[in-house]
């Protein structure tokens, strides 16, 4: 009890830090100082959904119209990032890909092209796209050890069979995982041209940068590159339990690389609005310089949850601190990305989780209120 008591005090003076913040920033800001021309990221945000990947029934019955209504009543946000890999695990896709499906596995692709759906009317509202890569590939679960309840909780159900195929495929054609890997992510790049203004790659530890790099450029030269590798970086003392936390810090990662991938640090550990992260926002605000903030040269970002988890859990967030943050990013010329779950259960519905919308949609007003251009006059 003594412990709930202590973190209960802790949020509300969180909360009433944010409120006095709000106070001061509102209605002072328009974005007219950051440089798009250096970054179309500066100064702005954006949103991060799941889509369902593979040849399975969830895909087939989703849709994407009253999915992307729902993101269209967001009049600021900038961007949407969509998966072209299964969140966290890189052996199945959202896109048809004829190449996979007659030489690698049916399973790893939709004969439905919901990425691509997805896009176009995402598009004709007016959103540049973010794509979300697992950079492990069909390997992935074997690389990182994961344990069957994992498995099971992310419903992996083919992942066996997906994994003897592509590594049959990989020893029949004399193919490194890296190699097998590039060659898909040229296909989608060239597919999707310039539809797809920025890549985020997770996992990228296992991943071969230049390569990738070099793959997703075929069919943009001028996108966008995010290289997640979950690195440990500030050594803080934990407010509540007062435990010490390795955080996950922006920086570059690699040497093409654009923008901060901007991950959290694990939200086992830290919830995403723990204080703690806000160190995140300090970097943004202290890179600040001549119309963008820059961490290593390239444009900041920070990618969080607003909710618990990154696809699901408690919908804990305090609205008045993810306006607080969205604020003190966006002013400083930095970049935000709030990753929403889909409605429980995920994929039945195509509709966004609805406390978690209605914070969007509560940010989004206030920015507009603030005097931030909206989508369609992001370039006046």
Request: charged residues 20%; glycine residues 6%.
């Amino acid at each position: 009890m003594k412990l709930l008591n202590v973190r209960s005090m802790y949020n509300k003076l969180h909360v009433i830090t944010a409120v006095i913040t709000i106070g001061l920033s509102i209605n002072c800001h328009a974005q007219s100082h950051c440089d798009s021309n250096q970054s179309w990221m500066a100064g702005n945000w954006g949103v991060r959904v799941v889509l369902p990947a593979g040849d399975i029934p969830d895909l087939y019955a989703f849709d994407p119209l009253t999915l992307s209504k729902q993101l269209a009543s967001l009049k600021t946000p900038v961007w949407v990032m969509l998966n072209l890999s299964e969140g966290g695990y890189g052996g199945r896709y959202t896109s048809t890909n004829q190449y996979i499906k007659s030489k690698i596995s049916e399973k790893m692709v939709p004969s439905r092209d919901l990425l691509k759906e997805t896009i176009e009317l995402l598009t004709n509202e007016g959103f540049k796209i973010l794509i979300y890569y697992a950079s492990d590939g069909p390997r992935g679960n074997i690389l990182f050890r994961r344990n069957e309840k994992r498995k099971n909780k992310r419903n992996l159900t083919n992942e066996s069979t997906i994994k003897d195929n592509w590594d049959s495929y990989l020893l029949e054609n004399n193919l490194t995982n890296h190699l097998a890997i590039g060659e898909i992510l040229k296909q989608y790049s060239v597919k999707f041209g310039n539809t797809i203004d920025g890549w985020w790659f997770d996992h990228a530890q296992f991943g071969d940068s230049g390569l990738f790099v070099n793959s997703v450029r075929e069919g943009n030269e001028d996108t966008f590159i995010a290289w997640n590798e979950k690195h440990k970086y500030f050594r803080v003392r934990e407010d509540v339990t007062k435990k010490f936390v390795n955080l996950w810090g922006l920086r570059k990662s690699m040497l093409n690389e654009t923008y901060t991938a901007g991950h959290i640090t694990n939200t086992e550990i830290i919830d995403p609005w723990s204080n703690e992260n806000y160190k995140l926002i300090e970097q943004i605000e202290n890179g600040k310089n001549n119309g963008i903030s820059l961490v290593d040269g390239i444009q900041a970002h920070i990618f969080l949850p607003i909710q618990k988890t990154w696809r699901g859990g408690r919908a804990n967030f305090p609205t008045n601190i993810a306006l607080d943050w969205t604020l003190k990013t966006t002013q400083s010329c930095g970049a935000i990305t709030w990753a929403i779950a889909l409605k429980h259960p995920e994929f039945s519905y195509s509709r966004l989780a609805k406390k978690q919308l209605q914070q969007l949609q509560h940010i989004d007003s206030k920015l507009i209120a603030a005097g931030y251009r909206t989508r369609d006059h992001i370039h006046d």
